[in-house]
């Protein structure tokens, strides 16, 4: 609270006329907004930008799981010199160029089940409306003044950098040049008239901001404090529109255009409705992000809301980089895996297992198609597969229903190994959680994989298809295995909606889990083996789904598919 500015404070400032697009209307809060970066549309998506999608995606899902309202926002970022050249490299109007690549996002993310409940592109009048509006703003309260910025700019990362943020390089051609320490792109010294932020006033504000712990995993909050240390230069957040034309102008000075970032950035905003004043302006947020635009979303992004009076985001979830052949994944360097190819060979659930399982927000994960393969058999098709199989088989199951449990049945020797079961079981759901709040979905699905395999362990040991010639305390024990195996696989199903929602669906129906039965508010898991009436007892299974996850084989010439690799290592200084 300490952060927020009244919403009569907010509105006072309002120059734009908002009454001429929203009707008018009571204020509606506004449930929390999960983000993804928007997509810089100088080439087609690949695989990286999936990954933070796919991570939004599942921490928007696991809030439904819960019964939770999210909203996820995602888009496209249109504006700046290297879109400008690159239409202009294909003959292309910039505007026609952003469509068709805008396209090509939204169809990749449609391709993978994204949940997405807004698509924001920076070329919309609705998104240009709220950049005004902030501009303006920062203007009026003097945070935003007219001088020079002598300084070194690199436009492939569409970024200002200091002395201490560049190295000299030598390039393929023996010529020195300088670039940015972090992205490696080459950068040019700019000395031009534009307009500043006053970036500096908000140091401390950011400090204290920091002192909630926004920012996660912890070693990238780190660098955040290490960044805040040091003094903030004020930034300069406009371009001569003589050398950028492509770009929402400066609203009182349209010789200039504003600074992509500023842009880009302000699409959080759009997304929540702003500045519509029949809305609760900016609520809570949470945005993911990876960690090569950390200071853009940790130092910039707060202190352009806190200028506008508005609260800085909730949190931050930073992630690595997928690299291929150890090197970063990147349109520029087109050392890419198209996400595509990828739907059409392991099917969309698999390439959104593979990703959220194997990708780690700490530290940066290779792609090869070998572990690719090597995961989604042993984890989907022979693990969770195999035990949906094995529960639900008619040789095993003939009655095909949830069986009754009977605790009378147990038989002592396999006590303690059943007691070992049921604890794990129960206490899955706070495991996944506590992962999922830590921004590692790569654990909790971890996690789930390990309790199946305890599962299908648990099975094999009391072979139950043995157990059903014998007699009644035999099979009833049979039944009671049944019954804890399905439970167990109703818990994994439900857990696993947010990462696989497809399979997760192939499951719960085929165990004839109603729409109602599918979150974990007020549902229970394993209510018999407690002692508790378990409405599942007796209850017929859904239709027969065939194999859950068919084992993938290799494919001749795998290695090469969707990797168009140029000599990356070579033109990566250039
Ligand atoms: N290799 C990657 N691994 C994980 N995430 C990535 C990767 N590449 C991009 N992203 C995600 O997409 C966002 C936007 O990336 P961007 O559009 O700059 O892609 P890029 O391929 O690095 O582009 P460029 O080569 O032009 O710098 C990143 O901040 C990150 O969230």
């Known amino acids: 609270m300490w952060l927020q500015r009244s ?54 899902r696991y809030a439904a799981l819960y019964g939770e309202k999210t909203r996820l926002s995602t888009g496209t970022d249109e504006h700046g010199m290297k879109v400008q050249q ?27 089940d994204i949940s997405y409940t807004d698509f924001v592109r920076t070329s919309e009048s609705r998104h240009a409306h709220a950049v005004n509006h902030v501009w303006l703003q920062l203007e009026e309260k003097g945070y935003i003044y007219k001088g020079t910025y002598h300084g070194w700019y690199c436009t492939s990362d569409e970024a200002f950098l200091s002395d201490g943020q560049t190295a000299m390089k030598t390039d393929d051609k023996g010529n020195q040049i300088r670039v940015s320490l972090e992205s490696g792109h080459q950068v040019h010294w700019m000395s031009e008239e534009n307009y500043m932020f006053r970036l ?79 809305l609760a302006p900016w609520g809570p947020s949470t945005h993911i992000l990876g960690k090569d635009i950390l200071r853009f979303h940790a130092v910039y992004w707060p202190a352009f809301l806190l200028a506008a ?26 050392n890419v895996v198209d996400p595509i190819e990828c739907v059409k060979s392991y099917t969309k659930d698999g390439l959104r297992y593979f990703l959220l399982r194997s990708g780690a927000p700490d530290h ?21 597969g195999g035990l949906l199989n094995r529960c639900t088989a008619h040789t095993i199951n003939p009655m095909q229903r949830f069986p009754y449990y009977n605790p009378d049945s147990i038989p002592s020797s396999v006590h303690d190994q059943l007691q070992d079961l049921l604890r794990s079981l129960l206490e899955l759901p706070a495991e996944v959680h ?54 167990a696989m109703r818990l994994y199903a439900t857990l696993l909606q947010p990462a696989v929602p497809g399979l997760a669906n192939v499951i719960l129906n085929r165990l ?12 229970h898991f394993l209510n018999a083996a407690l002692g508790r009436h378990c409405c599942f007892q007796g209850q017929s299974l859904g239709p027969d789904c065939g194999l859950l996850f068919p084992r993938l084989e290799k494919k001749d010439g795998e290695e090469q598919f969707a990797v168009r690799k140029k000599d990356y290592r070579e033109t990566q200084l250039v």
């Not at 239409?87 to 990749?108: I, M, N, W």
């Not at 009076?309 to 992630?319: E, F």
């Open 7 to 60: 919403v009569r404070q907010y509105s006072r400032t309002i120059r734009l006329s908002s009454e001429a697009i929203w009707p008018p209307g009571a204020p509606q809060s506004q449930p929390h907004l999960i983000t993804t970066p928007i997509f810089y549309v100088n080439a087609a998506p690949h695989l990286g930008h999936v990954y933070s999608v796919l991570q939004a995606d599942a921490q928007h």
């Open 434 to 487: 506590q992962w999922v709040e830590k921004f590692q979905v790569n654990k909790a699905l971890e996690a789930i994989d390990a309790k199946v395999r305890q599962t299908n362990a648990f099975f094999q040991s009391q072979a139950p298809w043995k157990l059903y010639k014998g007699n009644n305390k035999e099979v009833a024990w049979a039944e009671s295995v049944l019954y804890i195996s399905l439970e």
């Open 86 to 112: 690159a239409a202009e490299s294909l003959g292309k109007d910039p505007y026609t160029f952003c469509t068709s690549v805008s396209h090509q996002f939204r169809a990749v993310f449609d391709a993978l």
């Open 309 to 334: 009076g508005l609260t800085p985001p909730r949190t931050l979830l930073v992630h690595s980089h997928w690299t291929c052949g150890g090197v970063k994944m990147s349109k520029s360097l087109q």
């Open 512 to 523: 004839g889990v109603s729409l109602a039965h599918r979150t974990l508010k007020e549902n």
């Open 200 to 278: 500096s006033t908000f140091r401390p504000l950011l400090l204290r901001w920091l002192q909630t712990e926004p920012v996660r995993p912890a070693n990238f909050q780190r660098i955040v404090s290490q960044w805040l240390e040091d003094e903030l230069p004020d930034l300069s957040v406009s371009r001569q529109r003589s050398r950028l034309t492509w770009g929402i102008p400066v609203p009182s000075d349209p010789s200039h255009t504003i600074y992509v970032w500023f842009d880009a950035l302000v699409n959080y905003l759009t997304a929540s409705g702003y500045p519509n004043p029949h």
């Open 364 to 384: 940066d994960c290779d792609f090869n198609h070998y572990t690719v393969r090597t995961l989604l058999n042993s984890e989907l098709a022979d693990a969770l």
